[in-house]
């Protein structure tokens, strides 16, 4: 079992930024593409963010489109979601998840192993 930890969600203002960090075990990290989802009250686990293997492709959700941004550093085991000009209806529980392949259709199904979630709230 692949373990992945996410840390760095909290209470934010409205127009603000928050960075979440995801930490995977193993020695095989470089070897998974890594994505970010979230869920919110009474929604599904709605795709944000996925990043290749060697970070050289990435796709973004378009409700985060310039506002987000995916990073991994694979010598750290650690992929990160950069969030900037916050909204409220960006609130969600978020979670880091990862997949030995590249989901063409970036869902929630098309991903093996999962974190256990950040909880990001967004104020007004």
């Known amino acids: 079992q692949v373990q992945l930890v996410e840390s760095g969600g909290g209470l934010v203002q409205a127009g603000g930024s928050l960075r979440l960090s995801c930490v995977a075990s193993?020695?095989?990290?470089?070897?998974?593409?890594m994505g970010w989802f979230r869920q919110g009250p009474g929604k599904e686990r709605e795709f944000v963010a996925q990043?290749?293997?060697?970070?050289?492709?990435?796709r973004y959700a378009d409700s985060v489109k310039g506002r987000f941004t995916i990073s991994r550093d694979n010598a750290k085991n650690t992929v990160y979601l950069q969030m900037n000009s916050l909204k409220p209806e960006d609130t969600a529980v978020y979670y880091c998840?990862?997949?030995?392949?590249?989901?063409?259709?970036?869902?929630?199904?098309?991903?093996?192993?999962w974190g256990q979630g950040t909880q990001v709230t967004v104020s007004s």
């Open positions: 193993g020695r095989t990290f470089s070897s998974y593409t």
């Open positions: 998840a990862g997949d030995r392949n590249w989901p063409v259709t970036p869902g929630p199904a098309s991903y093996d192993y």
């Open positions: 990043i290749s293997r060697g970070a050289g492709t990435t």
